[in-house]
């Protein structure tokens, strides 16, 4: 490609995320979703915490740390406190969606209960933590240490960690708490949600302060998670060709300690596609699992964040990277990347999606191609020797954005056409562009603003196991 293709849309880009800036008392707060106002004019206007991020890390590496510090501050004071808000509406501790300045100039968070479907958005915490972790990094300044930011910290992390009556390690949330916000099937553990749960409790590690009991607290019970959360991802949802065959010879109705079979996933669940379709060498973390099930959709954020949090250890990221060449055009396709493969069609799409006319097949989140998430291809990318597709995708991506208008999503199979409902003007394609062109030029930008290797977990002692359970003294005959 002429480097003049990759300058112009980078100068388009810059132009549309500069144009993209909120402010509030005069200071810059964050970013608009989109701006163009689309047909129904929805929630567009609001700047989205997810949708940040990839501007915010471009802001970091640019030396632009104001507009993240003062979103950083002012997201910490929309967190949802019990005493201010009805516990039984909203958790204490969790950060909006997204927030707008409104035209008498107070600021508005939405938690959910406007947004369609009232989806609940757990990621929002998640890549609160993580960008603070980045900021701190990039910038040496450390804004973690003031009270009021470890007091929200521990808020989020109680939440996350305290108040839970599950026996897994990963997090149960509801459908469309995270990136895809509508029903889709994955509600339950989500692989998203529980990379991004790996990454932020990374940050929490290095950010909380352990001078009294409660930070002490706090400190030993992420470390516990952490370690049985990334070994329970790296048994249970890892898929490869091995792991294909020992699922299709698994026994089923296994009771006790020794089960192998820990979820009794029955072999005909296998989808028949993925037999096919996973490459030799190839390898990648399946999309949910939980009693019964298995989801062997390939969900494209959530394995790229596993490879970045340091969930996957190097030959796990390398043959992710498998997957992502050989099944290049079912993947990267026209314009990278497809957010999950394959789509549910039919009946499945009815009883998956609710019947959503957004969602069909290869359409949106239901097998669609977003630009945004060329960021993290090109984090991971740069980190397992393989920029030469980063650079091929940016290619793509740099002959189409402009000139489309930088569409939220495209659709088809291979991403040929323009979402049918695709925002135009949407600030994160265009902040997702300029990341990914930024770790490719400087991947050092990759270990500085993310976890630099992979976690060795350890081996802890089942939860649960020890002594036989007695009956206490109040029980009648004890
Ligand atoms: C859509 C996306 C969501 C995004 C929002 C704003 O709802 O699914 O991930 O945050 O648009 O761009």
Same mark, same amino acid.
């Given at each position: 490609m002429q480097d003049s293709t990759l300058l112009r849309a980078r100068e388009d880009a810059e132009r549309l995320l500069e144009s993209a800036i909120m402010r509030y008392?005069?200071?810059?707060?964050? %970013?608009?979703?989109?701006?163009?106002p689309g047909p129904i004019p929805l929630n567009y206007d609001h700047c989205f915490v997810r949708d940040f991020v990839p501007a915010a890390l471009h802001f970091l590496i640019h030396g632009r740390v104001g507009i993240v510090r003062n979103f950083l501050l002012l997201v910490l004071e929309m967190q949802a406190h019990e005493q201010e808000k009805d516990p039984d509406r909203i958790g204490a501790g969790l950060l909006?969606?997204?927030?707008? %300045?409104? +035209?008498?100039?107070?600021?508005?968070? !939405?938690?959910?209960e406007e947004a369609i479907g009232r989806v609940t958005p757990v990621d929002s915490s998640l890549w609160w933590i993580l960008l603070l972790r980045a900021f701190v990094r990039a910038t040496g300044? #450390?804004?973690a240490a003031r009270p009021e930011v470890q007091a929200a910290l521990r808020r989020v992390l109680g939440g996350l960690l305290l108040q839970r009556f599950e026996?897994?390690? +990963?997090? &149960?949330?509801p459908d469309g708490s995270f990136m895809i916000d509508r029903r889709m099937g994955v509600g339950g553990h989500p692989l998203e949600i529980q990379a991004l749960l790996v990454g932020a409790l990374r940050a929490a590690a290095e950010l909380l302060q +352990? !001078? #009294?009991?409660?930070?002490?607290?706090?400190a030993h019970a992420v470390d516990e998670r952490l370690h049985r959360l990334v070994?329970? &991802?790296r048994s249970e949802y890892w898929l490869d060709l091995d792991r294909l065959n020992r699922i299709h010879r698994y026994r089923n109705d296994q009771f006790g300690e020794d089960a192998v079979n820990l979820f009794n996933v029955y072999p005909d669940a296998i989808p028949r596609w993925a037999v096919d379709w996973m490459p030799d060498g190839g390898g990648y973390l399946a999309g949910n699992v939980g009693p019964g099930l298995l989801d062997f959709r390939f969900f494209t954020l959530g394995n790229l964040l596993a490879a970045l949090m340091g969930v996957l250890e190097d030959g796990g990221a390398a043959a992710l990277m498998t997957v992502l060449r050989e099944r290049e055009r079912d993947l990267l396709g026209r314009m990278p990347l497809k957010i999950c493969y394959p789509a549910v069609a039919g009946t499945a799409w009815r009883l998956v999606t609710g019947s959503d006319p957004k969602n069909t097949a290869w359409s949106y989140h239901n097998g669609g191609h977003w630009p945004v998430l060329l960021w993290a291809l090109a984090a991971v990318a740069v980190r397992t020797d393989c920029g030469d597709l980063a650079r091929e995708a940016l290619r793509r991506a740099a002959a189409r954005l402009p000139g489309d208008r930088w569409p939220e999503y495209y659709d088809g199979r291979q991403g040929r056409l323009v979402g049918k409902l695709a925002r135009l003007e949407q600030v994160w394609s265009a902040s997702g562009f300029l990341l990914a062109q930024d770790f490719v030029e400087d991947p050092e930008q990759v270990r500085r603003l993310f976890p630099d290797a992979a976690l060795e977990a350890r081996d802890l002692p089942r939860s649960g196991a020890g002594a036989p359970f007695r009956l206490g003294p109040g029980f009648p005959g004890s």
């Open positions: 008392g005069g200071l810059e707060i964050g %970013v608009r979703a989109a701006l163009e909006p969606a997204s927030f707008r %300045v409104r +035209t008498d100039g107070a600021v508005d968070p !939405d938690y959910g300044e #450390d804004l026996l897994v390690p +990963t997090l &149960l949330v +352990t !001078d #009294d009991d409660e930070g002490r607290d706090h070994r329970h &991802l």
